[in-house]
């Protein structure tokens, strides 16, 4: 695993979504170890790992309580993928307790990666059309 950091930002309109921002570089990088020959679309939205997305949060007297905080995370430096996303597996117990402080559990089907394993993930891009 390899550390980095990122910095939260929590949405204040519309549904409840909390990300981390991650260094667009480290995505980079990572989507330059992808064979050319695989059309890897982009994100439409610049790299970050997914804490809270459409979903009911029961403490809103926490909601943006973090906001800006800088957040050190674990990344795998191997590239996972399945039929339709590339992405990095990320670890980071404080992502689960900032989602315990919002009444949440901790991780939910969007945080989770495309496969379903236990971890947060930095998405790298899609196979859609």
């Not at 480290?26 to 695989?38: E, F, I, K, M, W």
């Not at 997305?53 to 995370?73: A, H, K, N, S």
């Not at 590239?79 to 597996?89: I, K």
């Not at 900032?98 to 379903?116: H, N, V, Y």
Request: proline share 8%; net charge neutral.
């Amino acid at each position: 695993m390899i550390r980095s950091t990122g910095t939260l930002s929590y949405s204040t309109d519309g549904p409840h979504k909390l990300i981390v921002e991650v260094d667009p570089g480290l995505v980079g990088l990572y989507r330059a170890l992808v064979p050319p020959y695989v059309r890897l679309r982009r994100q439409r939205w610049p790299g970050h790992i997914t804490v809270v997305r459409d979903e009911p949060v029961q403490r809103l007297d926490r909601w943006g309580t973090r906001q800006g905080q800088e957040i050190e995370f674990e990344f795998d430096p191997i590239v996972a993928c399945d039929d339709t996303y590339y992405w990095l597996n990320v670890r980071c117990p404080m992502l689960a307790e900032i989602r315990r402080e919002l009444g949440l559990s901790d991780t939910s089907a969007l945080s989770r990666p495309p496969d379903g394993s236990d971890f947060f993930h930095i998405t790298l891009g899609n196979l859609k059309t």
